[in-house]
């Protein structure tokens, strides 16, 4: 069985870390990945930067609406992610309306992401 | 982390929207100031034992503002209000009270409590020294080392400051729209010139630690105003320029010029939320002039190496620039990007018209003297290169510009077949 672990933290605290505040985290957990990665047990992760950098496409019944900011509705859950490898917000804007149109309601929060770790998992154990 | 840091790190984060909101409810900012205070004490006693509360912002303002009306009561021998033990668990108040502090609130209490700062008849230092004490509660003893001022001296800056603003009038409605705009730019410069003050120091120093905390508030800044375009420019402009702040001085602390500077030795994090952001900043077609020089550092920050630059995008960048917000010193660092697209003798007859008005600016001689050093001609280039040395505002600029000097005099110098 596959698990996703969605990390949620007060972004203002977190990001008010000192540099060797973050790195002392950092190596912390990095302990556990590193744990995993031994048991191959550890798929991809990655840090998200600040919900400031944020845009979310609201999906409406006619052209969705793109709105400054991140995703702030408490009526909607969130059921799933995609990581897409793009040249700037524009064309993020496009995957996202792609996919809107594929699936309409709900919205889509694009978030630039800080660091990605790569799936650590061997081929055959995938 | 421990406990105790990570109540205090809560606090320290909390400080703005929670000192704003005392501020609103009692007009007066050393009452709301010591409210804060005692909140904060209470939260280190109690925190610990009962763990922090769901909204710490909530608390500390329902706690702060009792407390004080508390002192009021009891000069006035009426009943106390309860004991903030007993209100931590009464969820209803504290669920109450977080709807009607929702972030619209916030916003315009921090943007009164950092407009504040901004008083008009204060000196632009004094501005920072005291967003830093008031709105970040930087200690008297932290800002002092990061001024390179004595303790004392910036003690009573601060407290004659404060005395200035508390007469100051700054309304406590909610501002109108046209209000609101105005403070909001008004801080965005007081920010701005806080990050500068941190980017005149080196990595590492306490100086340089202000760039930190400005781009702290500007995030802030942004988080309650998600929409401005400008403030987006601002908090990307800081971040792409604090980037490069690990590679801007060598190990002996001179500046290594950009075109120099290790590029790995960039902070990537830093860079891909700038870049989020003037791509943000750039959907809404408002252009300004943070958003303008925000674009132009994400030009250098998108360039791997030096000679991918961007250097004809960042002319145009700088020529709206110029049309916004015009001034001598824009043109020079147009001139530097003209240079570079159409040679040194277009840059140069760029910069020729400046000469008077910027005849006491260290980096028109410095970029006259390489213009010219550029074209051949030494001579005029070694004159450029000593007026800048006599006008260089740190060592660390005259020895960048001495590096230039010596290597002319090495090669007048030298044998001819040499």
Known sequence: MQYAILCYHEEDVVWSWSKQEDQAVMARIRVVQERLIKAGKMGPSLRLLPTTSATTLRKTPEQPLVIDGPFAETKEQLLGFYVIDVANLEEALDVARELAAANPGGAYELRPVAVYFPDQRNPAGA | ?418
């Open chain 2, 1 to 418: 982390m421990t406990e105790l840091a990570r109540i205090e790190a809560a606090l320290t984060a909390s400080r703005p929207q929670v000192l704003g909101a005392l501020l609103r409810y009692f007009r007066d900012l050393d009452t709301a100031e010591e409210a804060f205070q005692e909140a904060c004490l209470r939260a280190l006693r109690v925190w610990p034992r009962k763990g922090p509360p769901r909204d710490a912002r909530a608390w500390l303002i329902l706690v702060g503002r009792n407390a004080a009306l508390d002192g009021v009561r009891r000069r006035h021998r009426l009943e106390p209000l309860p004991l903030e033990e007993a209100l931590s668990d009464t969820d209803d108040a504290e669920t109450a009270l977080a709807e009607r502090l929702d972030e619209s609130h916030y916003r315009d209490d921090v943007l009164r409590l950092l407009f504040m700062c901004c008083h008009p008849d204060l000196p632009a230092t004094q501005q920072i020294a005291l967003a830093l004490r008031i709105v970040s509660g930087l200690s008297v003893r932290q800002i002092a080392r990061a001024f390179l001022v004595g303790e004392a001296a910036m003690e009573q800056r601060i407290t004659r400051a404060k005395a200035r603003i508390a007469g100051g009038g700054v309304r406590f409605e909610t501002p109108g729209a046209v209000e609101r705009a105005e403070r909001l730019g008004v801080v965005a410069a007081m920010l701005y010139l806080l990050f500068n003050e941190g980017y005149s120091g080196g990595d590492g120093s306490a100086r340089a630690d202000l760039c930190g905390e400005a781009i702290r508030l500007a995030r802030l800044l942004l988080r309650l105003f998600q929409t401005e375009p400008e403030i987006m420019g601002l908090t990307a402009l800081m971040l792409l320029q604090h980037s490069r702040a690990a590679a801007r001085f060598n190990d002996a602390g001179e500046i290594v010029l950009l075109e120099a500077q290790d590029r790995s030795r960039w902070d990537a994090r830093l860079i891909g939320e700038g870049l989020a952001l003037v791509d943000k900043a750039m959907r809404h077609r408002r252009p300004g002039p943070y958003q303008i020089q925000a674009a132009i550092a994400a030009l250098h920050a998108r360039a791997a190496r030096p000679e991918q630059t961007n250097w004809a995008g960042i002319d145009l960048l700088y020529a709206a620039l110029e049309r916004l917000q015009p001034s001598p010193v824009v043109t020079l660092n147009r001139a530097v990007a003209v240079g570079k697209v159409r040679g040194p003798a277009a840059a140069l007859a760029m910069i020729e018209e400046l000469a008077p008005l910027l005849s006491g600016y260290f980096h028109f001689f410095g970029a006259r003297g390489a213009f010219l050093l550029q074209l051949g001609h030494r001579n005029e280039a070694r004159e450029a290169f000593d007026r800048a040395i006599a006008l260089a505002g740190s060592p660390a600029e005259a020895a960048h510009i001495r590096r230039h000097l010596d290597r002319l005099m090495c090669e007048d110098t030298a044998p001819p077949n040499a």
